[in-house]
């Protein structure tokens, strides 16, 4: 088998063009604001995690170019050797103190920091328990590590205890969880997760990428929001939310951090963050400190239009903050769903499997303390009006047939675009084993001396 034949297998992506439901790498041709420019129509950006609303803040651009000025574009190596700049350094201690730890280690991005933290601190002789709803980046440093890895029910601390006391008593145990849930917008049960890690004598990881600048008095992430900031050992954060640039941190004691700095490879084996990125992310600390305002709009909005969608009727799961999921069920009702609101100018971004279980796809939508609530009113009239459309909610005449239209309309669409490209993957292997067979009979002419 030719290792390239699984791509030309993979056809999913090219059926949903074909059929012009494709939702991903739309090109967006101005800077992350509560609205958008897509092909120069303004349209209102519900799919950002920009949840304090910093990506263009004045300030952000102007320490980022200040430090484009000084110390120039890039590192040119890996923190571990050239790549470390005084600026790192001072981002670290302000950052380590923001979070009330005794240190923090910066990564070039969220994802790295928890391959690199989860791989660097967990081994084969130890256990991860992890919820099964945590994030993909969770999952792949479990693997990575080598550790045994055990995942309990989402939220569920019945069978977080199952597992926790099925496990060898000799054995290092780490329990890792998101802070807030990245889908389903709900928190994790954080109190009871430290009750049953001392318990049981494990540490225990918080994933805080949506949380830091959200949750806590003063938006110092989950442990804060239960008061729990000592309980919790490993705090990990991204840059790229809250503070609206690109990196990630871990953050605990001195001695796990000078650990990761000699055993964390996603950390000594790529390059250190460019120093704007680093001049921003100090900058937007510094307004979530001086600008409480934007924590409490953030909540404002969130609860408005929490209130606002089940009022409608939308089914929004368990979301008990700033991202809230519309649960609509079928993958292709997502698609056209996602297609029909692009339409109407409201950028969403739909979740289907295998990212969610069969008939668990869900339209994410998140959003900022800079939204208006002109947007946000127009934003769930829009709603309203789509899910009229699609019978995902009730009240308009007619709505069924017109739901079993989109979707017959869909899946001739879909049938006439996988069509296409089974046709298309035919001649195309249809001509490599013709040219397979060419070379095969010159390399025998050739051995024959003919």
């Known amino acids: 088998m030719d290792l390239f034949d699984k791509h030309n297998r993979f056809t999913a992506a090219h059926v949903a063009e074909k059929a012009g439901v494709y939702p991903y790498f739309i090109e967006i041709g101005s800077g ?46 890996s923190r571990f050797l050239n790549g470390t700049m005084d600026i790192h350094v001072e ?30 601190l967990a081994g084969k002789d130890d256990v991860i328990f992890g919820d099964r709803l945590n994030h993909a980046s969770i999952i792949d440093g479990c693997r990575m590590s080598f550790a045994e890895t055990k995942r309990f029910r989402h939220n569920n601390m019945e069978d977080l205890e199952r ?27 954080i109190p009871a997760i430290v009750k049953l890690a001392r318990k049981y004598g494990a540490r225990l990881m918080i994933d805080d990428a949506h949380s830091v600048g959200v949750l806590g008095k003063t938006g110092r992430g989950t442990a804060q929001h239960f008061g729990l900031e000592k309980e919790v050992d490993i705090s990990m954060g991204t840059c790229s939310k809250s503070f609206a640039s690109v990196g990630g941190f871990i953050s605990g004691t001195e001695e796990m951090i000078h650990y990761l700095k000699h055993k964390a490879r996603a950390l000594m084996f790529t390059a250190a963050l460019p120093p704007s990125a680093v001049a921003s992310i ?38 008990e903050t700033p991202i809230i999921p519309i649960l609509v069920g079928d993958d292709s009702v997502a698609l056209t769903m996602c297609r029909m609101l692009l339409d109407e100018k409201v950028f969403t971004t739909p979740v289907i499997s295998p990212a969610v279980s069969q008939g668990r796809a869900m339209i994410r939508t998140s959003y900022m303390a800079t939204h208006t609530k002109k947007q946000l009113t127009r934003v769930l009239e829009v709603f309203n009006k789509v899910g009229k459309k699609l019978d995902i909610i009730s009240g308009a005449p007619g709505s069924y047939y ?47 001396g003919e």
């Not at 979530?288 to 089914?315: C, H, Q, T």
């Open 402 to 448: 017109e739901k079993k239209k989109h979707k017959l309309e869909l899946n001739a669409r879909i049938r006439k675009g996988k069509a296409a490209i089974e046709n298309k993957i035919k001649r195309s292997t249809d001509k490599m084993k013709i040219r397979r067979k060419n070379r095969k009979e010159k390399r025998r002419r050739k051995k024959l």
């Open 163 to 189: 597992i926790l006391a099925a496990s060898a008593p000799d054995k290092g145990k780490l329990i890792i969880v998101d802070g807030i849930f990245s889908m389903e917008g709900d928190i994790a049960n």
């Open 32 to 77: 992350q604001k509560t609205t958008v420019k897509i092909k120069g129509k303004k349209l209102i950006m519900i799919g950002s995690n920009d949840y304090l609303g910093l990506a263009m803040h004045p300030k952000l651009k102007e320490a980022a170019v200040k430090a484009i000025k000084k110390y120039g574009v890039g590192c040119t190596g």
């Open 91 to 120: 981002l670290e201690r302000k950052i380590a103190d923001f979070i009330g730890k005794e240190a923090a280690q910066l990564f070039t991005t969220g994802a790295q920091a928890n391959l690199g933290a989860i791989a660097a």
């Open 282 to 319: 100090s900058t937007a600390i510094d307004i979530v400190n001086e600008e409480p305002w934007r924590r409490k709009e953030l909540w404002n909005n969130a609860d408005f239009m929490r209130n606002g969608f089940k009022s409608i009727g939308y089914d929004i799961g368990i979301s």
